[in-house]
């Protein structure tokens, strides 16, 4: 606990009224990969303005070495507590301890690490495997019988999403064998490789004819794969079906256009649950659980996907 911290829960235990003070956050983003990613970023923005905390914000750039450099400036710096969207899930142990040592308060957002939960407050995210897991049923239910030769487009290497998304539908498959994953590479959850790796993917699959289904572990992906189906003259949606995770508003637009046909949500605010976690412990060292869990919905083309475009497209993605 940081001395303001500590001053700050005595009083509250004294019952004595301290004279508010701003708590500083450093927020360690990754970068700006994805639509889901922006409004993650305008919204911890957002709630920490409304919250009267200071936000020091670090893009990352999808380097986790900047990640780590951006930690460790923070805790010179003091902080009172640090958010951080880890790029990959190894590697943050001795950062970890570090803010562990000067008795900061790590608090992860959406993405996990694989270090022990004894050196970070809470985690806030969904259920990852889950979510591959949802999207996995409902191509199963979706394709019945029917053989099905499906093409995966894999978040970034190495992060805790792309591990769970992919083992989670594998899951949702299994015991249908007319369901194969014949293709899976990474196009780092964005939308302009996603639509490289899906050409090439079309032009190894007969043109794309051997392709029943596309799962991408992000919306952005699936996005820029929609166009590539386009250009090589097949209909997206209906030639080959089209799940992917996010529930952004340009997915929402593809399914309202027959050109998606599901996509599993992962909400963008993890900063609320997050700030309403520190403020507690700041207030009286509450601790949060390990794990905070955000919702994982499933809309398909039968949910008002134009409604839904219409709800969220001014809200940051
Ligand atoms: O960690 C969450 C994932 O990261 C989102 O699904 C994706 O869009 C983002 O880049």
């Known amino acids: 606990m940081t001395f303001k911290t500590l001053m700050m829960t005595t009083a509250a235990t004294l019952g004595l009224t301290v004279a508010a003070q701003a708590q500083t956050v450093g927020f360690s983003q990754i970068g700006s990969e994805s639509g889901w990613r922006a409004a993650e970023t305008t919204l911890t923005r957002q709630q920490a303005e409304e919250r009267g905390i200071d936000l020091k914000f670090s893009d990352a750039q999808q380097k986790q070495e900047n990640q780590i450099a951006a930690m460790r400036n923070f805790i010179?710096?003091?902080?009172?507590?640090?958010?951080?969207?880890?790029?990959?899930?190894?590697?943050?142990?001795?950062?970890?301890?570090?803010?562990?040592?000067?008795e900061i308060p790590v608090v992860l957002l959406d993405r996990r690490v694989d270090s022990s939960d004894d050196l970070y407050l809470t985690a806030v995210g969904s259920d990852l495997v889950h979510e591959g897991e949802v999207a996995g049923q409902w191509l199963a239910e979706t394709v019945g019988d029917a053989e099905c030769r499906v093409v995966e487009l894999q978040g970034t290497t190495g992060s805790s999403p792309a591990i769970d998304r992919k083992t989670g539908f594998e899951t949702g498959i299994a015991g249908h064998d007319n369901i194969e994953i014949v293709r899976s590479q990474t196009a780092d959850f964005t939308r302009s490789v996603g639509k490289e790796v899906m050409e090439s993917f079309l032009q190894a699959e007969n043109g794309g004819a051997d392709i029943c289904a596309l799962y991408a572990h992000n919306d952005d992906m699936a996005?820029?794969?929609?166009?590539?189906?386009?250009?090589?003259?097949l209909k997206p949606g209906e030639d080959i079906l089209v799940v992917s995770i996010d529930a952004v508003p340009d997915i929402f637009k593809a399914m309202a256009d027959g050109e998606a046909n599901a996509t599993v949500e992962l909400t963008p605010n993890m900063a609320d649950p997050a700030f309403d976690a520190l403020e507690a412990y700041w207030k009286d060292g509450t601790l949060p659980p390990k794990f905070i869990q955000t919702d994982s919905a499933l809309y398909t083309q039968d949910d008002d996907p134009a409604g839904e475009y219409e709800a969220r497209k001014d809200l940051g993605y």
């Open 76 to 102: 010179a710096q003091g902080v009172d507590a640090i958010l951080i969207a880890p790029v990959v899930a190894t590697g943050w142990d001795s950062v970890l301890e570090e803010a562990k040592e000067a």
């Open 223 to 233: 996005v820029g794969a929609i166009q590539a189906i386009k250009e090589a003259g």
